[in-house]
């Protein structure tokens, strides 16, 4: 068989895994990390809610959308939940009366503090395989790509 392969399959010397390899990863992470927040009550768009507002503090609900990758309905219905929960709270936004801002309730910092504590876990568990210093390069190389 020449280098071309017979059509429909790979050509030799050509990988394009980073795609299939990323979601495969992702979705490991996603499902241990959700596993493990059942007994909270809360899914990973909520922790990732709560985690850029304990980092922001009070914003509005367009910025949190980017903050977290989330479009205008996720955003709203995750916010809906966190606030049906007592977990947050929706005020005006100071400077835009037609905007809201999101701000965690003492309720909602204390289940993050526990959140997190499960986030920390679940990060030492996926990771624990490799050695430290891969562990720091993965984290480099994975903040690279992503970056603009």
């Not at 050509?14 to 493990?36: K, V």
């Not at 049906?84 to 100071?94: K, Y």
């Not at 568990?125 to 480099?140: G, K």
């Amino acid at each position: 068989m020449d280098s071309q392969g017979a059509p429909g399959s790979p050509r030799a010397g050509r990988d394009y895994s980073l795609g299939p390899l990323l979601r495969l990863a992702g979705r490991r992470a996603s499902m241990a990390f959700a596993d493990m927040l059942v007994p909270l009550g809360i899914e990973g768009r909520h922790f990732g809610v709560m985690l850029n507002l304990v980092r922001h503090g009070a914003v509005n609900q367009r910025k949190l959308g980017s903050l977290t990758g989330s479009d205008k309905s996720s955003i709203v219905r995750t916010i809906d939940d966190l606030e049906d929960r007592g977990l947050a709270v929706r005020r005006p936004a100071v400077g835009d009366r037609r905007a809201y801002a999101v701000e965690l309730t003492d309720a909602g910092r204390e289940l993050f503090a526990r959140a997190e504590e499960v986030a920390l876990r679940v990060n030492g568990e996926l990771l624990a395989h490799l050695t430290p210093d891969e562990q720091d390069q993965l984290r480099h190389l994975l903040r690279r790509f992503i970056a603009p």
